[in-house]
Each structure stands twice: as C-alpha cells, then as structure tokens.
C-alpha cells in the first residue's frame, strides 16, 4: 500500500490566495483527519471525518478554512483567503483499529 | 473530555544514556494508547502502541513503554539512546467512545554524539 497520500508537498503562495491541499487515504480506513503543525502552536487536529462525514470540525481556525471528503479516496482542505499566520505544515492521517497512519504533510508558506 | 500531558518539553541526552519520557492521560474510561515518533523534516509514525493485555508493550527500535492504569499514565522508555533517536515524540490517547486520538503537546529529544 502507498499509504497516505498528500499534494502538494510543498506550496508558496501569496497573502489573499486561495489554497487547496489534498489527501488520499488508505484504502479501507474509514476515518481521516488533518492536522496542523507550528512550532509556536505544535499539532492541532482541525477536523475529521467518519465515513466521509465530518464529525468535528472544532479545530477549524475560522470561516477560512473549510474542508470536504466527497467520497472515501479523497479529501481537501482549503483555505480561502490565505493568511501569513497559516503558513504550517498539514498532515492528513487516516485511522484503522485506533492507529493513526500520517501523510508525508503538505508544507505552506504564505507570503 | 480526554487530555494527555506530556511532562518535559525538551529532553537532552548523551549516547547511550537511559531514556523515560512521562505521558498522564485523563479519561476514566478503556482507552487505546500509542506512541509516536517525528524525526526531522518527517512525518509521525507510530512507535508502540497499547490496547490490552500485558502492560509492558515493546516497540521498533529497543523502546518500550509501560501502562500503569492506576497512575494513568504510559510512559516510554529506552535502556540506551542513539544519536538517530533524535526526534519527537508524542503520546496519544483514543478513548473507545470517542471520535479522535488526543495527542499531547510532544517532547523533543536531542541525543548527542
């Protein structure tokens, strides 16, 4: 199995941008989250998804930042205008059996 | 609501030093516990992982943690750390009811050659 699969791995955008980061779970896992990862804010689980339905989107920063799963192989977070303060690396992770397995991460900067 | 703690921030060690990171958890109810692993510029991968049975779980790479249901607490552990053991580590918690993995803040470990 590839494992989880993340695009873009790297990203450099502009202040205003919009930003779309993709994730493809292994197959059969059925749960998906992303997270984010700063140094000053450390891992901070945004939202995830059981069944392509999201459960809890609590750690959603603000109405910038949206995500979907519209189906089991696919998942995108956006962010719509993007901020200097949303440059981080996001990990997608899908679960089996309590073990989370992590995406190489997609690293953003925006300038 | 669960939390995990993670009680030092920044571990700094020689070669072949003893290694124990602490990990408290709050959740009175079954829970699944792990352990993983950041090297740098990597991602997070799991390095042991508890979810019955014998309480000391043995993981890749000579570490091994111990639950201690009472203490609520699952802390790792290495006989002799390397100088590739640099990473962070993070320990997490999956309640049986609940949704999502709890993970605490991390600890960076810095071993030195």
């Known amino acids: 199995d590839a494992g989880v699969i993340q695009s873009p791995r790297h990203e450099v955008t502009e202040m205003g941008q919009e930003v779309t980061l993709r994730c493809k779970p292994i197959s059969g896992h059925n749960s998906l989250f992303w997270y984010r990862q700063t140094m000053m804010r450390g891992l901070e689980l945004l939202i995830y998804?059981?069944?392509?339905?999201?459960?809890?989107d609590s750690g959603m920063p603000e109405d910038r930042f949206s995500a979907k799963m519209p189906n089991a192989s696919f998942s995108t977070l956006k962010i719509q205008p993007s901020e200097p303060r949303d440059s981080a690396v996001y990990f997608c992770a899908s679960r089996q059996n309590g073990e989370l397995f992590f995406g190489e991460g997609s690293r953003l900067t925006v300038l | 609501a669960q939390s995990v703690s993670q009680h030092n921030h920044h571990v700094i060690l020689s070669e072949a030093a003893s290694l124990e990171l602490g990990c408290n958890y709050s959740?009175?109810?079954?829970?699944?516990l792990f352990w993983y692993v950041q090297y740098p510029g990597q991602h997070l991968q799991l390095l042991l992982k508890?979810?019955?049975?014998?309480?000391l779980v043995k993981g890749i790479k000579g570490f091994e943690a111990e639950f201690i249901k009472s203490k609520f607490s699952f802390n790792l552990r290495k006989p002799s750390v390397q100088w590739s053991d640099t990473a962070e580590y993070f320990c997490?918690?999956?309640?049986?009811?609940?949704?999502?993995?709890?993970f605490g803040d991390g600890t960076t470990l810095t071993v030195k050659p």
């Open positions: 508890y979810f019955s049975g014998d309480p």
């Open positions: 959740y009175g109810g079954t829970v699944n």
């Open positions: 997490a918690v999956n309640a049986l009811n609940a949704g999502k993995s709890t």
């Open positions: 998804f059981n069944n392509n339905v999201p459960i809890d």
